[in-house]
């Protein structure tokens, strides 16, 4: 019997054209959930494969036939897990696929708002030939980076940070001291974090504890002159608050991967202040791991309709009538 593999995702969406994992299989897409075509094909889905975004709340009802929901992607936003797991479908994501390139962008965008990158360009497109004006431009070395997690990504960010000289401190909740100093990095409380920062980097995963972290008043606790980075998740960041904090000259400047809500509307002031540096959730971009991502989640999708177990599991599912324990919602562990 054919298998049936659903993909779903808008244009932005770059789909190889060749899946090895999925040899075979019927892989249709679909690049809207409100598409005329979802329905019919959803509904004869084993598999689906999707991006994170806001679901509807019959999407469950609409994939009965599905035994996986795999995202091209490290998180698993907008899917209510232990209700995918009452009804025997496993979630799946796939972690570490972009750590080398969102360590690398982070470190980019430090670099570029140190540098004053953006001021020196608009001064010579003026046609003002002077880097007095771009000032002030540190010297890293000596400076501090403050990391707001320590998973993979941020170790990583460690890595490449300590090459330019750069002292690095963190915060983990779930990491504990030994594991971030093995990792070049001084663990640190929240607070001194916030206050001893000169460019505070968010590596963190968006949750109720942690959706806008970044608001009035930990911004009004980071040093004067401090300079965020956020490649995680824009919802981490109250942006009107980081806005108050660049017009003050609290803040030296910005570099945002993330916002949120994307694609922004063109309006958006962030887009158009002079000392914030905004990309298009890229950090993830390479041709490598596009590849990896693609190749890892259709591996999942395989594996399941084999009848195995997947590797990066965000659920279990309970045996059909089983009672919910709660435990099915769990983080993944790989």
């Not at 609409?62 to 496993?90: S, Y």
């Not at 990095?185 to 970044?214: C, K, M, N, W």
């Amino acid at each position: 019997m054919t298998r049936r593999v659903v993909i779903v995702g808008d244009e932005t969406l770059v789909i190889p054209d060749q899946l090895p994992a999925l040899a075979g299989a019927e892989v249709r897409v679909v690049r809207a959930l409100g598409a005329a075509e979802a329905p019919a094909l959803l509904a004869a889905a084993e598999a689906v494969i999707v991006t994170p975004q806001a679901f509807p709340a019959d999407f469950l009802d609409a994939i009965p036939r599905a035994r996986i929901v795999t995202f091209v992607a490290t998180g698993f936003d907008g899917l209510d897990l232990e209700a995918a797991a009452r009804r025997g479908i496993w979630v799946t994501h796939v972690p570490g696929y972009c750590t080398e390139e969102v360590a690398t962008h982070t470190v980019t965008l430090l670099l570029a708002l140190n540098q004053r990158l953006l001021a020196q360009q608009a001064l010579t497109a003026r046609g003002i030939w002077d880097v007095a004006s771009a000032r002030p431009i540190h010297r890293l070395r000596g400076r501090t980076l403050g990391l707001l997690g320590f998973g993979r990504i941020g170790q990583a960010v460690t890595e490449r940070a300590r090459g330019f000289g750069l002292a690095v401190i963190a915060h983990d909740a779930l990491v504990p001291a030994d594991r971030i100093a093995a990792g070049g990095a001084r663990a640190v409380d929240f607070e001194t974090l916030l206050a001893e920062a000169d460019y505070l980097s968010l590596h963190t995963p968006l949750t109720g504890q942690t959706r806008q972290i970044i608001n009035s008043q930990t911004l009004a606790r980071l040093r004067a002159g401090a300079v965020l980075i956020n490649t995680a998740r824009g919802a981490l960041v109250d942006e009107p608050a980081l806005l108050a904090a660049l017009e003050a000259g609290r803040l030296a400047g910005a570099a945002l991967d993330v916002l949120a809500e994307e694609p922004p509307p063109p309006d958006h002031p962030l887009l158009h202040h002079p000392r914030v540096l905004v990309t298009p959730h890229s950090a993830w971009c390479s041709e490598a791991a596009e590849q990896e991502l693609w190749d890892r989640a259709s591996a999942e999708v395989a594996r399941v309709l084999d009848g195995a177990p997947p590797r990066w599991a965000a659920n279990r599912p309970l045996p059909q009538g089983a009672p919910s324990t709660g435990k099915e919602d769990r983080q993944p562990t790989a």
